[in-house]
C-alpha cells in the first residue's frame, strides 16, 4: 500500500509529522506536489496578445515555469529530509489548490 502525501507551502511540516505517524514501515510513501500553473499560462497568454508575437525566446511564462518547478522541487527535497525515509516524489502543473 502506498501512503500519499499532497505537499503545500503553508502545511507540509504537520503534513509530513502526520504522514509520519500513518505510514508503516514497509508502506510506499509518495509525495504530491502540484504547482499552480495559472500564472505561467496568463503571462504566456499576455505576452502573445499583446507584447512580442515575434520574439517567443522572451516569453515570460517559460520563465515562470522554471521558477515554479524549482521552487515544488525544493519544497519537496525539504519534506523529503524532514521524512528520513525513502520516498517517491511527483511534481506536476495543475490547480493545486
Known amino acids: 500500500m502506498s501512503v500519499v502525501v499532497w505537499i503545500t507551502e503553508g502545511t507540509w511540516p504537520a503534513r509530513v509529522d502526520a ?8 508502506e510506499e510513501i509518495v509525495q504530491l506536489y502540484v504547482y499552480d500553473d495559472t500564472l505561467a499560462e496568463t503571462a504566456h497568454g499576455a ?3 499583446l507584447l512580442g508575437r515575434g520574439h517567443p525566446e ?7 515555469e522554471q521558477l515554479s518547478e ?5 519544497l519537496l527535497d525539504s519534506t523529503a529530509r524532514q ?3 525513502p520516498a517517491r516524489t511527483l511534481l506536476t502543473p495543475g490547480r493545486g489548490r
Open 19 to 26: 504522514t509520519l505517524t500513518r505510514a508503516g514501515a514497509g
Open 58 to 64: 522572451r516569453d515570460p511564462g517559460h520563465h515562470i
Open 70 to 74: 524549482s521552487a515544488g522541487r525544493d
Open 83 to 85: 521524512l528520513g525515509r
Open 47 to 49: 505576452f502573445a496578445g
